[in-house]
């Protein structure tokens, strides 16, 4: 709510009157009459419990100060000049402001020109806000970035939208002429998950600027904690296990494990980069988790696959555990069949290493190996029409190869489990598609289906 006066007596006066007749919220009253900002800006500014104990702000300021807040200092004084009103001058005056405000936000200069180029050399999509105000956003741009266009906190509370009328995906593209309309809370963050340039949340660099400041702000034992828990689970969706935390820290250059974890957190490091590494890393300290044993499976055979460290054996990978680039991986010497390849946690392996471990030798992938791999994953959901079909299209459009599919529903809970065997060239390519397997309507979880 906004209260406009004549004279500065009066703006005090009406916040006496405000605070006499509602319960004023502690924490958020600003004076900036007295202090003004340093761009000029002055009001003040209150926070009260209204009726059905709403929280309703309050904005005082007089009809100068109003118009100064509106049109900019600039323009307030050149019409005191009396200078007729002027729409083009007010578009530059609104676009050299908003280029400021983004070189605030943006730290380092660098990343201030990469992302002004980004949002201003390409096409444009204009969109209307339920007032009927056009919005001026990338071409691409998702509701997230609406929110964020119009105010940081619109986008860090926001959490679902309607575009005509419509709920939407908050990862849906917005047109031109579309009305759009925020749902947010009172109190929230941004998803991590937005900042995922698989997932398609975000397409301006103003609101990425605005998630990654909200999460650097966090305080280190909060990203640790977040960026521990982002990993952990990222890496228990690809199925990957045994992995020495120490030697990664070390290979991005952190002090231990907890700055690695925070980096994370901040999303100074992202997931993508940490998949990559994994998938390049050489010879990984085996740590073998007890399992129980099962019986040797059948070796895939068919083209060699690209394994150092073993001469000029033949070597197969193993179908029992189903190893791709980035796992890390053993071989057994079989009988007569060449080096068979099993994930390090693979059960089989325990058995080998109690009563064959002059068997087991060291291998590890060749760089950049661009043989496929099959891969078993798991797709748990509530059952719908289209479910399989939805699923099947991110994979094949990701360019996969679908070797098999088995599903079954529950007809009892309407719980149903794909199973499903794609052929991919690496763990960072399993990561993509299980991510956007994982926004799917209905999905609940989507990882990889490992041995045991």
Partial sequence: MRVLVDEITQCYAVLGIVHSQWPYVRGEFDDYIATPKENGYRSLHTAVIGPEGKTVEVQIRTHDMNEGAELGVASHWRYKEGARYDPNFERKVAWLRQVLEWKEEVADAGDFVDQFKADVLQDRVYVLTPAGKIIDLPLGSTPIDFAYHIHSEIGHCCRGAEVNGHIVPLNYQLQNGEQVRILSVKHGGPSRDWLNPHLGYVRSSRARSHIQRWFKQLNYSQNVGEGRETLEKELSRLGLADINLERLAQQFKHRNVDDFMAAIGRNDL????????????????????????????????????????????????????????????????????????????CPNVLRFKEHHVDRLIEVDWVAKAKNTYSVDILVEAFDRT??????????????????AANTYTNPKTNHARLLLTLEIISISQLSRVLAKIGQLPNVMEARRRTAG
Avoid: F, M, W
């Avoid at 993508?272 to 399992?291: I, Y």
């Avoid at 939805?390 to 070797?403: P, R």
């Fill in 386 to 403: 289209g479910l399989l079909r939805d699923v099947v299209s991110v994979v094949t459009n990701e360019g996969i190869n679908l070797v």
């Fill in 270 to 345: 992202k997931l993508s980069q940490v998949v990559n590494a994994l998938q390049e890393r050489e010879r990984p300290e085996p740590v073998l988790r007890r399992a129980a044993p099962e019986a040797p499976a059948a070796i895939e055979y068919g083209t060699d696959i690209n394994v150092q460290g073993v001469g000029d054996l033949l070597t197969k990978i193993a179908n029992c555990c189903k190893p791709v680039p980035g796992d890390a991986v053993i071989g057994y010497i079989t009988h007569g069949q060449g080096v068979s390849i099993h994930r390090q946690d």
